[in-house]
C-alpha cells in the first residue's frame, strides 16, 4: 500500500514539472526598445538623486532624442557654452527631478520695493518737503546731556554717538513736522548692524520734533544712538538710514 501511495506521489511530481516547462518564449526586445528601457531607467535612477543638480534628470524621452547625431543637432542650435550652476542656489524640482536655479536676491532693491536707497544726500535721505539738512558734526561721549533737565547716563560697555543737524526751510511758509513724527531713523558705523535712535525728551530731537520751522529759519537739532565700546574704537564711516511708509533712504555722513 505504501509502496502504491509513493510512486503515485512520483507520477504527480514528474508530471507537475513536465507542466512547468511548457509556456510562450521570452520577448525579444529591438534595440530601440532596449534604448527607451535604458535610458528610462538611468533617468529614473537619477531623479531621486537630490544631490544631482547637473546630468540627466528628466525621465521623459524628448523626440529624435534616441536618433543618431540628435546630441548635434541640439549643440548646433544652442552654440553658446552652459554656465556653470551655482549650488548654493539650486533645488531639485520634485516632479522632474530638474534643478531649479534660485534668484540671487542680494542686491540693494529699489525704494518701491521698501529697500534700501543708499548714496543719498542728507537733505533727500530725511525727505522733508521745503527744508534741508545738513550734519556738520558729530560726536563719542560716555555721558550726554542734552538739556538741564535732562541726562542720558553712563551705561557699563555702551557709548553715545550724537550727529548734530541743521535743518533750514528753504520755503516762504512754515513747515509743520508734526506730518512726519512716523520716520525711524537708525545709525550704522563702518557698515555694521543698524541701531535705532535713543530716546530723549528734549525740543531738539529730530527723531520726535513736532512742531513748526518758520520761513525762512534754520533750527540746530541732534540724533542719539547708543553703540557698543568696541563699536565706536575706530569710525571711519558712518552711515544713516530713514524710514517712512515702507521706503528706507540710506546717507553717508
Known sequence: MKIKRCMLLI???CISLLATGCGEPLYTMTAEEESIITLYASKTVSKFNK???TGICNARVKAGELEEGYEAA???ENPSEEQPVDEENVQIDPETGEPIEIPNDTESSTSEDGGSDAGLSFTDAVDIEGVTFDCSS???????????SFVLTEVNGKKYVILYVTATNTTDSAVDFSNYTDREYSLSINGGEKVSTQFTPVSNDLARFDG???????????????FSNSSVEDISSLELYVTSDG??????I
Open 138 to 148: 558729530f560726536d563719542v561721549a560716555t555721558e550726554f546731556k542734552p538739556s538741564q
Open 212 to 226: 513748526s520751522l518758520a520761513a525762512g529759519a534754520s533750527k540746530d537739532m541732534i540724533l542719539v544712538f547708543s
Open 51 to 53: 544631490n544631482q543638480t
Open 74 to 76: 541640439v549643440d548646433e
Open 247 to 252: 521706503t528706507t533712504r540710506g546717507t553717508t
Open 11 to 13: 507520477c504527480v511530481s
